[in-house]
Structure formats: C-alpha cells, structure tokens
C-alpha cells in the first residue's frame, strides 16, 4: 500500500496557466509538508500543516496556495506559473511535529514551458 | 553562510569500500539531525537519524555526531553499486522543519 501519494507525477503546461497538485497520506500522520527540490537537487520546505492547521510558511510566492481539507490531505495550488517553478514538488508527512521522521510521496515533476 | 553544507560531490569509492559523507550545519541549537537517501528521479527515504554526541550504528550504515564541532557524517561500509546515489543531510529547525543540504552525489565503482 502507497504510503504517502501524490497527483499528477509528471505535469507539463504553459506559462501563466493555474495548476494544482494533490497529495494523500494513509499513515494516519498528524503533519504534512510541502517541499521544492530545484534542478541542483537542493531540497526546501514550502509550507507544512499540522492537524489542517499552517504552522510553516517559508518565504514563498503568494501565487503558491496550499489547502488541508482534513490531516490525510494536502493540495498545492499554483497560480500564473512562471517558468522557475519548474521544479520537483515532493509532499511528505510525519507523525508529530518535533524531531520527526518524515515519509516522501514520489513527486510531481513540474515543467512550465 | 548555508544552514547544512555538504560536498555535493562526486564521490568515488571502490566496491566493498567505506564511503564517508559529510555535513557541517550553523546552528547551535539543532537537536536532530537526519540522513535521506535520493537514487535518482526518485523520492528521499531516511537512512538513520541521529540526535546523541557520538555513534549510531544500523547494519552497514554508522551516523556520526558531533555537536561542540557542528559535524554529522555518515559511514557505509562494504559499499555496494545499490548504494550510488544522493545522500541529503538534514537538519531539525524550528516548528517541525528539516532543513537540508545540498546533498552528496555518491558513485560506487565496481
């Protein structure tokens, strides 16, 4: 059984559309994230929820809109694409909030043309 | 100054070999420290966490510690071709973060 997964793996579109990626976790986890990993591998947080609650919010665009409709749930808007977030999208989870492991989904990969 | 700095590599080590990987972090106060292996266009699994000064070892796999020189390494030995990959270093942060490196791009020759 997948663990943590995400929709669509792979997603090509044009500059300035709106997109958006979905991500599940059947861990029963209380916290999940939202992270970028950038052509040169450097993986960051975006955004994580805790118990559908923000509890991080990097210094993100605000084109970027994450929403947690209950703690197995976590979507990732984008609006107006511009071709730098192309880029792998991973969600992950974790059981609390402090010195957790965290599980990854297995990407979006994200190609804005 | 980054939070985590690792070598991003190559590093080449021979069939049966150790491979020995490295990371530096900023912080003080950073209590856990974390080893995710990323084979390539797949997704970071975790290798070993580590939160104690010293060793932690499991299996072929030995997270080292050093929080008075702000170091965390990680030992393979009997490095085998299924361990080439990217190693991230990461780092806990505040309110749940993990904050990585770059990562490590390690090639296991036969």
């Known amino acids: 059984d997948t663990a943590v997964s995400q929709t669509p793996k792979y997603l090509v579109t044009q500059m300035g559309n709106d997109k958006s990626i979905k991500c599940e976790q059947n861990l029963g986890h209380d916290t999940m994230y939202w992270y970028k990993q950038d052509s040169k591998k450097f993986l960051k947080i975006m955004f994580s929820?805790?118990?559908?609650?923000?509890?991080i919010n990097e210094t993100v665009p605000n084109r970027f809109s994450p929403k947690s409709p209950d703690k197995a749930h976590l979507n990732l808007h984008i609006n107006s694409l511009e071709l730098g977030d192309s880029a792998v999208y991973f969600c992950a989870s974790s059981q609390g909030t402090s010195q957790e492991t965290q599980y990854f989904g297995p990407g979006t990969r994200l190609l804005v043309l | 100054q980054k939070e985590v700095e690792q070598n991003s590599g190559p590093l080449s080590v021979p069939e049966g070999a150790i491979a020995s990987l490295n990371c530096t972090y900023s912080?003080?106060?950073?209590?856990?420290f974390f080893w995710y292996r990323q084979y390539s266009g797949k997704s970071p699994e975790l290798i070993m966490f580590i939160y104690s000064n010293g060793d932690k070892e499991d299996g072929r796999f030995t997270a080292q510690l050093n929080k008075a020189s702000q170091y965390v390494s990680l030992l393979i030995r009997d490095s085998q071709p299924s361990d080439s990959a990217t190693y991230l270093c990461?780092?806990?942060?505040?309110?749940?973060?993990?904050?990585f490196g770059s990562g490590t791009r390690l090639s296991i020759r036969p």
């Open positions: 912080d003080r106060g950073s209590q856990s």
């Open positions: 929820y805790n118990n559908k609650e923000l509890i």
């Open positions: 990461g780092k806990d942060s505040s309110a749940s973060k993990i904050i």
